[in-house]
């Protein structure tokens, strides 16, 4: 069956960054949209990032954007997150997502596959 296994979370003083991995298996990845949401305690989940299926195009919220960049290597079945200047409303649970319908969204409902998610905490 499908699976996407994130890692690369961890916690870090705010500035500071880190590199979310999104390994998928038993898919194309170069069929799929991928997106990275995240969901801090007590709030619903969040949009952060997607990419379409070549990578080339990109999507971020606007929290973000100019410190978020989501990659992909279809060649190892992983996207990424690279997050830089990080900050403690960045602190969340982050899961990778995946979509078969092209076209970008920002519903965790127009997503089919799920990882488990990985922890990021940003301390002052």
């Known amino acids: 069956q499908v699976q996407l296994v994130e890692s690369g979370g961890g916690s870090v003083q705010a500035g500071g960054s880190l590199r979310l991995s999104c390994a998928a298996s038993?898919?194309?990845?170069?069929?799929?949209?991928m997106a990275w949401f995240r969901q801090a305690p007590g709030k619903e989940r969040e949009f952060v990032a997607a990419?379409?299926?070549?990578?080339?195009?990109?999507d971020y919220t606007g929290s973000v954007k100019g410190r978020f960049t989501i990659s992909r290597d279809n060649g190892r079945d992983t996207v990424y997150l690279q997050m830089n200047s990080l900050r403690s409303e960045d602190t969340a649970v982050y899961s990778c997502?995946?979509?078969?319908?092209?076209?970008?969204?920002?519903?965790?409902?127009?997503?089919?596959?799920w990882g488990q998610g990985t922890q990021v905490t940003v301390s002052s």
């Open positions: 990419n379409s299926e070549s990578g080339e195009s990109t």
């Open positions: 038993e898919i194309t990845l170069s069929a799929y949209t």
């Open positions: 997502a995946a979509r078969a319908v092209r076209g970008f969204a920002k519903s965790a409902y127009d997503y089919l596959y």
